[in-house]
């Protein structure tokens, strides 16, 4: 049957239909990736699912959920597996120590207030990052409901051109919600490199949604050297997709989120050549409507 409508549609935002000089804005994050933090938490969160690997149900639920999380959230050092996981090889421990990490990123934070038809920008301080009502397909744990703190964006990189990306998902969420008055946005920039024998992937948590009214799942700024990196956006049941698309530099995807009955993932990426540097740079935008 030939789908007439979408109860809860989807739009891809292209950079340049805002007037953005798509390059001079690639330059400027390129220069600015020196600012970028490693994600610990995703590297933690990695040596995890390496140890279970391992390890029987028995024995994972043995250890204990605070012993994991104490492990994710970096309060139990590597030297002190070999004590709780006596029976994991040592080139396993090994492989674990010298993970590197996959993720880099800032975090932002502003409000969006409608004033005179038009939105106003107001920058505020980062609370810690907590996806409280996030919900991943699988129903395994799902570390986003702890809070995490990244380093925050320089003043530098909340730009025009940042400016002019936040006024267009106001202006998106005004088309399906013109009652809307004020918005809180968290901006993620991300930076996902490809390291041999590692998983690289912006959504480890597989198929999910992030608990927010409404998102910008990634906007890319830049692939470098890399394949795969899809966004997938699938319907109710968590697993037929409405959407396969490979987003190219300045494009992005906005979606409702939060009771939708959308779901979403981006696939892992690749080198295309294994001898050179690869990564795939976006931004990411959580909306909530607070008003
Ligand atoms: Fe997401």
Request: aromatic share 8%.
């Amino acid at each position: 049957m030939l789908l007439k409508e979408l109860d809860t549609p989807i739009s891809i935002i292209n950079v340049i239909d805002l007037g953005i000089d798509l390059e001079k804005m690639k330059d400027k994050l390129r220069a600015g990736y020196k600012e970028y933090e490693p994600d610990v938490y995703l590297t933690q969160r990695n040596k995890i699912e390496i140890l279970q690997s391992h390890l029987s149900q028995e024995e994972i639920d043995r250890v204990g959920y605070d012993v994991w999380m104490k492990i994710y959230k970096g309060e139990i050092p590597d030297k002190d597996f070999p004590i709780i996981f006596p029976h994991i090889a040592s080139d396993v421990l090994k492989t674990i120590s010298s993970l590197q990490p996959t993720r880099m990123r800032l975090i932002s934070e502003c409000e969006l207030t409608w004033k005179e038809n038009s939105w106003e920008i107001q920058r505020i301080p980062c609370a810690p990052f907590q996806q409280t009502e996030a919900l991943i397909a699988t129903n395994d744990l799902d570390y986003r409901l702890i809070p995490r703190k990244f380093k925050e964006l320089p003043e530098y990189l909340f730009d025009e051109d940042l400016k002019k990306i936040l006024i267009q998902v106001g202006n998106k969420v005004k088309e399906f919600n013109n009652s809307a008055k004020k918005l809180s946005i968290s901006i993620h920039h991300t930076l996902i490199l490809c390291i041999p024998d590692q998983i690289s992937s912006n959504s480890p948590e597989g198929i999910h949604q992030d608990g927010v009214d409404y998102i910008v799942s990634a906007l890319v700024i830049e692939r470098n050297n890399v394949y795969g990196g899809k966004s997938i956006i699938y319907g109710a049941d968590a697993k037929t997709p409405l959407l396969n698309i490979t987003l190219q530099s300045g494009q992005g995807i906005f979606q409702p989120d939060k009771g939708t009955e959308l779901w979403h993932e981006v696939t892992s990426i690749s080198l295309i050549n294994t001898d050179e540097p690869g990564y795939r740079s976006t931004i990411g935008f959580d909306i909530l409507v607070l008003d």
